[in-house]
């Protein structure tokens, strides 16, 4: 289950071609059936964004390490600032 959740859409992509590579060896395989592995396909391929889609927003909602260091480089130019100023250069 791990897996499905941090790969979906290699698995959907894996399930794409199994899809394919059936119908090419068996072509009398009927319609309805073809239909319902395509719709299947469409399904795993919309949970497989969404999956993206939700690991993408959690990590963009995440404090980067560089906004922190971004933040003690700002604390350190002010402190550089008013040491220079009160040593009179």
Do not use: C, F
């Not at 889609?53 to 350190?76: F, I, M, N, V």
Request: hydrophobic residues 45%; aromatic residues 6%.
């Amino acid at each position: 289950m791990t897996y499905l959740r941090t790969h979906p859409a290699r698995v959907a992509a894996a399930l794409a071609a199994l899809a394919q590579l059936l119908t090419a060896r068996w072509s009398e395989i009927d319609w309805y059936s073809l239909a319902v592995i395509v719709a299947a396909l469409l399904g795993a391929g919309e949970v497989a964004q969404r999956v993206e889609d939700g690991k993408t927003s959690e990590a963009l909602h995440q404090t980067s390490p560089y906004d922190e260091l971004a933040a003690l480089h700002r604390k350190l130019a002010e402190y550089e600032k008013a040491n220079d100023s009160a040593s009179g250069q």
